[in-house]
């Protein structure tokens, strides 16, 4: 196990930089995601931790030792692909075993850890099958076992789980954080999809166009996003978001009465009212918006509702047994507190 840091990390093809400045510490033991859209160089990050790209400027560093200049196998790192990378002709027992072709340890040593780590997953039984015998899951889980056998400082996940179907996908989310439970290794994983961002993670960094956007806790990233993309990236459906102006302490929305909120604007300013789905409700009292049923979409215990306003479209949630018919008029209200408040030009938030 070990501790991880990014220094000034950037990374150019030619003239064109596509990362700028990477900044991270990553402690022993912790489960780090890197998540964003495609070509937003999460990837090329990972690959840069692994050896596997060069690195332009900055710095790497594992367990207090810079990196940059190391061999990939000299990293003390285990990575983890996407198409798994396991040999079709060998047994599982020997692709988990292609991990220590290069270890010192003895032959009775190297049986005692490909048996711990096919126990550990779950394995046992399988070790002398071949990969065309296996399903997509167990082949990951002997991607992850080849990983593992070393007992690598840091374990590298790049895109794992995206070859897998839905069902699968929710099962090696639930494995690979019982995992990390188990052996407690620093995990970095990387992933596009903010579902398996949010539930397996410590921390997540959010990157974007090779800028990190926001590094925090699931619940951090979620209920205090640090700016308009992370607030729609983050979250399904995403966070609604309505044009307004503040003067003074006065939000005012579209064709609603003025809120008094604690914020305060010296100027009349234009700004962006973020608001999740979750947290807007149907109100009989004061209502933020109001407008239209035009789609309903039944999840059982609760229907989405999209609502034609003018501040645009909004997606809202109702129960799932009585909720708004399509062309119904209705008032959404919400608590002040979940509301956030991101200034129109930047799209930062504002505190």
Do not use: W
């Amino acid at each position: 196990m070990a501790n991880l840091a990014l220094r000034n990390l950037t990374k150019a093809y030619g003239k064109t930089e596509v990362l700028h400045g990477i900044n991270l510490d990553i402690q022993d033991g912790e489960f780090i995601v890197f998540v964003g859209p495609s070509g937003c160089g999460k990837s090329t990050t990972l690959r840069m931790i692994a050896g596997l790209e060069e690195i332009t400027s900055g710095q790497i560093i594992i367990d207090e030792r810079v990196v940059n200049n190391l061999e990939p196998k000299e990293r003390d790192i285990a990575m983890v692909f996407q198409n798994y990378a396991i040999y079709p002709h060998m047994s599982v027992k020997k692709n988990i075993a292609f991990g220590l072709r290069s270890s010192r340890l003895s032959k009775p040593e190297k049986e005692a850890r490909i048996s711990e780590v096919a126990e550990i997953l779950n394995m046992t039984s399988l070790l002398e099958r071949k990969p065309s015998q296996l399903s997509g899951g167990q082949r990951q889980r002997v991607a992850i076992g080849r990983a593992m056998v070393r007992d690598p400082a840091v374990f590298l996940f790049d895109e794992p789980l995206s070859n897998l179907d839905a069902q699968l996908r929710t099962q090696m989310r639930l494995e690979i954080k019982k995992l990390h439970h188990r052996v407690g290794n620093t995990i970095v994983f990387v992933t596009h999809d903010q579902v398996e961002a949010m539930t397996m993670a410590d921390r997540i960094v959010i990157m974007k166009d090779g800028h990190i956007q926001q590094i925090g806790t699931p619940a951090d990233v979620y209920h205090r996003p640090a700016n308009t993309f992370v607030a729609q990236f983050i979250g399904a459906p995403s966070m609604n978001m309505l044009p307004a102006t503040l003067n003074g302490h006065q939000l005012q929305l579209a064709s609603a009465k003025p809120i008094e909120i604690g914020l305060n604007a010296d100027t009349r300013r234009e700004v962006i009212v973020g608001v999740r789905p979750d947290d807007l409700i149907l109100s009989s009292g004061e209502p933020l918006v109001a407008g239209k049923v035009t789609v309903r979409e039944p999840l059982g215990p609760e229907t989405l509702i999209y609502v034609e306003t003018p501040g645009g479209e909004i997606i809202a949630k109702a129960d799932g047994r009585t909720p708004p018919e399509v062309g119904e008029h209705v008032e959404l209200g919400a608590d002040l507190e979940n509301l956030h408040i991101f200034d129109a030009k930047t799209g930062v938030v504002m505190s």
